[in-house]
């Protein structure tokens, strides 16, 4: 049976993050990663700048994903993805060169895309 963490449920509701609607996104997003696509091993990280993050293992992946939850409303331009993934890649320890973002809608829709430094070609076929 899949549960939620509430230790992670309290930190996103009560710990050290000042912004309401970051607690909101990373609520939703840490929801839907683990009670509908079965995400393992989440857990839960806090930037220096507020900014919240998860780390965890999407159930066809082996190596563990990074994902940032963010409003449908927030623009993001080349420069600060890039400020972002090196932020994440220092933070988490990794090598990150890409990272999920949790795009949520105003009705609580969520939906995923993989953002890289650079652009990245798709797979031949």
């Avoid at 990280?45 to 998860?54: D, M, T």
Wanted: glycine share 4%.
């Amino acid at each position: 049976m899949d549960t939620l963490d509430p230790d992670i449920e309290q930190r996103l509701l009560h710990g050290p993050v000042d912004s309401q609607l970051q607690r909101h996104l990373a609520l939703l997003i840490y929801r839907d990663l683990m009670l509908t696509k079965k995400w393992t091993q989440l857990s839960l990280h806090v930037l220096e700048q507020g900014v919240v993050y998860f780390t965890g293992r999407s159930p066809t992946k082996d190596d563990v994903q990074l994902v940032l939850p963010i409003s449908i409303e927030e623009r993001l331009h080349f420069a600060r993805v890039h400020t972002l993934l090196q932020s994440l890649a220092s933070h988490s320890k990794t090598k990150a060169t890409s990272a999920i973002l949790g795009i949520v809608d105003d009705d609580s829709t969520a939906v995923y895309y993989r953002m890289s430094l650079g652009l990245v070609p798709p797979p031949m076929e």
